[in-house]
DNA sequence: CGTCGAATTGATGTCATTCAACTACAGTGG
DNA sequence: CCACTGTAGTTGAATGACATCAATTCGACG
């Protein structure tokens, strides 16, 4: 759930780990050895809805997303996760329920599949790395609140502004009707939407 | 974040500890001192936006609920909290940001108040309660996902008859213009929808 | 009894959806 | 190399869902 993409070094999950959870360059090394590292192709699909869940995807290179089908038979994009994101459905993964989402492959990516319990080994090499997952927890709590927030109140318009402010590197990368699911609204909508910031003088 | 409100004994936080979460009655005893419990009135605000929200609150009795003022300058409910669940602006406690919400008392309760590392005296007890918070924070994402698919997918009609589904006791305490504001609609248009499911012959 | 906020109802407006047509372009196979 | 096909994106006209504004009713409470 942190930002920034970087320029996708072999083994960016063990940067990652280490920089960003703090945890020792030899500690890295110990427990690297149970994650798997898997390559997959454009449209690839990892998990299906009814699947279940087994793993955390943490994305060193290309860009995945989750998604579910709505009732009304539409999809519905939930998150983006380009390089150095997390993207998982915790619940599936969690209480080995099945799962509520799909999640493809926007892009050819290279991606690390974290099992269930790969926390809880790091946990036990050190008892403060179980605060990294539970820092973790709490950034994609922060993260979706700040878009049911935007659900809530903003109009499109605001929505899709306020996703080039999250996401600018992802404009580029996404499919303009992806956008508008991730947004809530039709590819047609958003088409407009960017017509009136077009004429408003708008540049990204 | 879990269901099934009770009559409101004294103590309850103490039955949840270690009903729900399995923890033993001597270790209840053992940290219990730590916390403090509260009476609020009807309309009490106990974290504004901005404050530092310091605590996690456990509800023994009553109704909050917390809220934020969206850029259009209105009211939006985010979460409800009747007996037994909890509620808190988590990146408030968690990141030490100024809160982004509102915790207000809809209805006279007592509280509990949790302070930001009453989880973690408590892992420290006994390495398995680590688990409890794990727990409840996987819950928490799971309900705020549940609610995300209903707004990026669900018309006014179905996101009110999921509220009633998940929240049937809610109904006749919260009034209809914050069930409105928890629905992203306002409160005439759930009035109509509520006037529409009538002539339908609904019954809650 | 009078007041105030909650809820309903009607008239009207606005934003986004739907459906359909059209353009642009990438990939495929002849 | 070019036609054929499918998908993305744009645009227009009509529709629909919800919002807004205003008036009225209802009920709780001093």
Redesign the pocket.
């Known amino acids: 759930m942190l930002r920034n993409p970087i320029d996708a070094p072999e083994n960016s999950f063990g940067s990652y780990l280490s920089q960003i959870g703090g945890i020792s360059e030899e500690d890295v090394e110990n427990i690297k050895e149970g994650l798997r590292t898997k390559k997959v192709s454009k449209g690839d699909i990892l998990v299906g809805i009814g699947d279940l869940c087994r793993h955390n995807f943490f994305v060193e290179k290309g860009l995945l997303r989750s998604y579910t089908i709505g009732e009304?038979g539409?999809e519905h994009v939930i998150q983006f996760a380009p390089e150095n994101w997390f993207i998982v459905d915790r619940a599936s993964v969690y209480f080995n329920d099945p799962s509520e989402v799909y999640i493809d492959a926007v892009e050819d990516s290279r991606i690390v599949l974290i099992d269930g319990d790969f926390m809880d080994r790091l946990a036990k090499l050190d008892g403060d790395y179980a605060k990294f997952n539970d820092r973790l927890l709490h950034n994609h709590i922060r993260h979706i609140h700040k878009r049911l927030n935007l659900l809530l109140g903003a109009?499109?318009?605001k929505r899709y502004l306020s996703f080039i402010e999250m996401y600018p590197n992802l404009l580029l990368r996404v499919?303009?009707?992806?956008i508008?699911s991730y947004l809530?609204?039709?590819?047609?909508?958003?088409?407009?939407?960017?017509?009136e910031l077009a004429n408003k003088n708008f540049k990204v």
């Open positions: 009304d539409k109009p499109a318009e499919p303009q009707w992806m508008a809530g609204i039709t590819p047609e909508s958003l088409s407009r939407v960017r017509k």
